[in-house]
Nanobody, 124 residues
Framework: QVQLVESGGGLVQAGGSLRLSCAASGRPFSTYNMGWFRQAPGKEREFVAGISWNLGMTWYADSVKGRFTISRDYAKNTGSLQMSSLNAEDTAVYYC?????????????????WGQGTQVTVSS
């Protein structure tokens, strides 16, 4: 089992930046690919970004490409999502997820472990 806990959400003005963190415990998190998803009010949860367990390969949703950066710190057993140029459409609950998924995987059903989510609200 892997336990994931997100932090760093909050209220930010449009155009601002925010950094989300995901702290992992349990089974070796370092051997799992990791992803970030988000769910806006009234919408389905959607893929945001992913990073491989090795080589640091990353992939992004088109809506965040160039604005968001996913990373992970193996020594600290954490993952992060740096978000910049935020707009109102980025308002959502953000979740980190992990699992033995393939590269470029965007389907949430393939990720076995999930955090509880952290709210990000962008004011316009």
């Amino acid at each position: 089992q892997v336990q994931l806990v997100e932090s760093g959400g909050g209220l930010v003005q449009a155009g601002g930046s925010l950094r989300l963190s995901c702290a992992a415990s349990g089974r070796p998190f370092s051997t799992y690919n990791m992803g970030w998803f988000r769910q806006a009010p009234g919408k389905e949860r959607e893929f945001v970004a992913g990073i491989s367990w090795n080589l640091g390969m990353t992939w992004y949703a088109d809506s965040v490409k160039g604005r968001f950066t996913i990373s992970r710190d193996y020594a600290k057993n954490t993952g992060s999502l740096q978000m910049s140029s935020l707009n109102a459409e980025d308002t959502a609950v953000y979740y980190c997820a992990a699992g033995r998924v393939g590269l470029l995987e965007r389907r949430q059903s393939e990720y076995q472990y999930w955090g509880q989510g952290t709210q990000v609200t962008v004011s316009s």
